[in-house]
C-alpha cells in the first residue's frame, strides 16, 4: 500500500438544501452548480490529496461516481465519516468506500452530529476547506473549522448559492470574485488547490 500520509487533506462541507427546512438557504441554492462542484472537486482532488466529508446522503453518490471513474485505486485518498445515529438511513454508496469512520451515537441528533464534526475537524490537520451549497451545518463546520485550522485554505463557493454564498458575503476575507462568478469549477479548484499547492 502506497505512503498516503504526505499528502495534503481537503475538507468538503457540503449538502443540498432541503426545501421543507429554513428557505434562506434554498432560495438561493443552485443544485445543478452544487453537484457540478463537488463532482469537480473529487475528482480534481482525490488523485492528489484526501478528501475527507461527512456522508450526507447528497452529496456521497457523487463522490462514489468519481471515485469509480477514476479507473485506480485511490481508497487511501477518500475518509468518509457517518454517525450512527443515522445507522439505519446508511446509503449503499457508502459501502464502496473503505476508510468509513463510524461516530457514536448521542440520545439525539444535534449531539450525534456534534460529536462527529468535532472528530471529524480534529483528526486530521487540514490544509484547505471548500464549502459547496448547503444548510445551517455549513456554517457551523466552519466556525469549527477555522477554530481549529486558523491557517488553512477556506473556499466558499458562492456560486452555487446557499449557505456558502452566506459564507462568502459575511466572512471578513479576501475572497476572490471568481468564486462568486465562475462556474468553471475544473479549473477553479485546479488553480486553487493544485497550482497553488505550495500556499496551501
Do not use: C
Not at 500500500?1 to 449538502?15: D, G, P, R, W
Not at 441528533?109 to 490537520?125: D, F, G, P, Q, T
Request: no cysteine; charged share 25%; glycine share 4%.
Amino acid at each position: 500500500m502506497a505512503n498516503t500520509q504526505h499528502l495534503s487533506k481537503i475538507f468538503l462541507s457540503a449538502s443540498i438544501p432541503d426545501p421543507e427546512r429554513n428557505r434562506i438557504y434554498y432560495d438561493t441554492a443552485d443544485i445543478m452548480a452544487i453537484r457540478d462542484a463537488v463532482r469537480a472537486l473529487a475528482t480534481v482532488i482525490i488523485p492528489h490529496s484526501k478528501l475527507v466529508w461527512g456522508g450526507h446522503p447528497s452529496i456521497t453518490p457523487l463522490i462514489r461516481y468519481v471515485l469509480q471513474r477514476l479507473g485506480r485505486n485511490v481508497q487511501d485518498h477518500v475518509i468518509l465519516y457517518q454517525s450512527l445515529f443515522f445507522e439505519k438511513g446508511f446509503i449503499d454508496d457508502n459501502k464502496v468506500f473503505e476508510h468509513v469512520i463510524y461516530t457514536e451515537r448521542y440520545p439525539t441528533i444535534k449531539e450525534s452530529i456534534a460529536h462527529m464534526r468535532e472528530r471529524m475537524l480534529s483528526e486530521h490537520r487540514f490544509d484547505a476547506a471548500v464549502f459547496i451549497g448547503g444548510m445551517e451545518g455549513i456554517i457551523e463546520e466552519y466556525e469549527i473549522f477555522k477554530e481549529k485550522h486558523p491557517k488553512a485554505l477556506i473556499i466558499p463557493v458562492a456560486s452555487t448559492g446557499a449557505a456558502a454564498r452566506i459564507l462568502y458575503e459575511n466572512l471578513d476575507e479576501p475572497f476572490g470574485v471568481i468564486l462568486k462568478n465562475s462556474y468553471a469549477y475544473m479549473a477553479l479548484f485546479r488553480e486553487l488547490l493544485l497550482d497553488n499547492h505550495n500556499n496551501i
